[in-house]
């Protein structure tokens, strides 16, 4: 059983830290993104270093009490905030926030604080691209980000968190520092702590800092909105795209008819390609050293013939490329204006998503009818799958549906092969789907885990693994 | 303490499997590739499903008797084969060899045994890559690529072993059947025991499939042989080469001129492209839609104007292409025909290597006069940093002082911020090395891992975690 971190422990702290490690518990701390929780806390420390978050754990680890790490706040699954159980000490990494490049190698070494943008601003400045890019880019941190092993648009080519992390450093939960910062490509010694720190959201140890893969900045970049007959046509295009352009391409969107007339309705500033927007389309992105307009018309053509691309604009400017991406960026605004019922941040096998699609939409009209607005990085099979109240009516009408329209589209998303949780994790808020949908051998295995590595269960607790 | 796979064992063994299951343990299982271990066992078992592996794993927990897992026995650090302690079953994949390619995915789903070149194969008949590409993959099995989480040339563009695996299958020490085996590309749903399983070399469980990504196949590839003036160079040719032709940089293989020297020594038929050899060179791939031949050109004029290539060939043919690729992949076969030393598999942070290189020599030079052919992936810092004997010596003559030879090579390495080993793995070779150069906290978590998954440590003993 854990204890609170209650004034004499705090204290107990103020012996350890300098008085600047010690910042206000306000309110901003105990929020999220989408109103769903609101946490609490004993207080508040931001260390400035890794010894220091290393004393603050093995305190801890000590007095039996609760550690939320924080980064920017900005994640979707409560994992950041603990509502219930004894008041845990709120450890932010803001104040750790140092990004050094290494451009020779292709690496920036980055503390835990860093903000995703400012790590993506510093290494194009060294001519380099850090190509992981998500909506909170602006606060999400770095340490938060590999917690969580973030995805974003990039990630059909550049891949996930994890796969742009050569090494990391973290605190363990008994308050040993693993020194792992290597800035090496091929490390074969013993399992691959990284890789289980990474997505383990906090509940393993605290990362504190990481040596992040670096691109070359692709200099010719061509961006299209295809209009597609659908889904299937989609993915054939998609693997079109990969015979013309190989992994040169860098995204590949898909948005409904759903998606441009939440727009339409609620952001009427946002330019639409199409006068008529068509029932599915693709934003894609192929950016290489050089020939990308040609290539984006080769695509676009040999689309054509195949049947699998009806109409389509190709940007023949930057104004224009962002103009594109401009409305694949706001149809997440559009969204929030109307007010989902339940969103669902999902994976499937690409072959499976033609079928997914209809499918969840007939299992949903069982319970009641709703607008589905379907749209994501079709690239890599992840749909964020959101259903709203039909014309006329608000998400607050239909508040007694919530679990039941998330437990029909999670159920057949299991039933056909595919993650409940593609992107986000699980937080606090998955927890139960975790348990219900894992796979047995998984579960046991978290569950060693867990307790081998945090056998006081202090970090992040009710994160991952039940309370 | 385990007990040996024992006649009463292996017969109870004989009530749990079909007839098929049982092959006879001949000699083969128990060498390696180098001969410095001979194995011993009680018994073969070859499954042809993960029920069947599941039903050995679980009889060995109760009997608490030794499991070696066996793929194609290519491994180079023993990994594969037990020379001390109770005799343990080896469990051989050999009999699962099912591929299936889901071409709409990029795709292969692939049972452990399967062999590396007939998963290559049926992904290009399919008109599909599979990457990984290793001189052993005439033998090589899925099951060992993954527990190794095995390199080869192609590294630099797509990734390790681990690097190509979407999710595992797997059957873990007490005999529970993970379900791993997702084809999604995005799954944020708790811990990654995929990664964790991967690299751990058999002792946390026994990988029994897998699925695989599969890439479109460059149609239009670009090699060139191209001499540079020393590694410093070599390695802003690279930031170059990323420059011109980003991601499409498939390889950059580093040679010395020991290795042309050996080269011509002892496979005087191999046609060297220089008449002289250059100090130092490099081996480039371009892969990519259209344009390798004129990326190439511009590389080698840009590298010619920056003074960082000296001369070069590029290959004008398919049969240029692998007369070079042939001088690279004969120096392994010319170094065995001297005999090395020692031989290591190292990789450095890319910016030490220009300084690794001749302070390794210099160390060397202390201990005694040596030839050393340092050649490899320099594109991923992974050299392999071999120790001959100078002409008319053996190495036999330098038997005493491999001990000394392997810690110099190596501490300099740790000292340098390396990996002492970077793509072979730790098996039984090198289970001192990582007890030496392992990081605290990255040995106290192995431990625990081992312990919490495997409490009676009967999978792969003596690997990893020292018996």
Known sequence: MLNPADA?????????????????????????????YHGQGGGLVAPRSTAEVAQVIRA?????????????GTGLVGGQVMEQGPAPLILSLERMRDITVHPSENVAVVQAGAILQDVQ???????????????????????????????GVNVLRYGNARDLCLGVEAVLPDGQIFNGLTRLRKDNTGYDLRHLLIGAEGTLGVITSAALRLFARPRDVAVAMLAVPGPAQALDLLAL???????????????SRMGFQF?????????????????????????MGAGAASAMEQLFELGMEAGLVTDGVIAQSNAQAQALWSVREHIPEANRRIGSISSHDISLPLSAIPDFIPRGIDALAKIDQY?????GHLGDGNLHYNVFPMPGKARADHEDQREAIKTCVHDLVHQMGGSVSAEHGIGRLKVGDLQKYGDAGKLSAIHAIKSAIDPLGIMNPGVIVPG
């Open 121 to 151: 601003e510093c290494a194009a400045k060294a001519d380099r691209l850090f190509p992981l890019s998500l909506a909170s880019g602006g606060s999400a941190r770095i340490g938060g980000v590999l917690a969580t092993n973030a995805g």
């Open 241 to 255: 795209a990969g015979k013309v352009a190989g992994e040169s391409v860098s995204a590949f969107e898909l948005i």
């Open 8 to 36: 004499p422990f705090i204290s107990q702290l103020r012996g350890l830290l300098p008085e600047a490690a010690f910042r206000p518990l306000t309110d901003a701390y105990l929020q999220e993104p989408r109103g769903r």
């Open 371 to 375: 607008r589905v607005n379907c749209f």
């Open 60 to 72: 801890c680890a000590a007095a039996r009490v609760g550690v939320v790490p924080y980064g920017g």
């Open 263 to 287: 727009l339409a309705e609620n952001l009427p500033d946002i330019r639409q390609p199409f006068p008529h927007p068509p029932g599915w389309c693709v934003l894609v992105e192929l950016g």
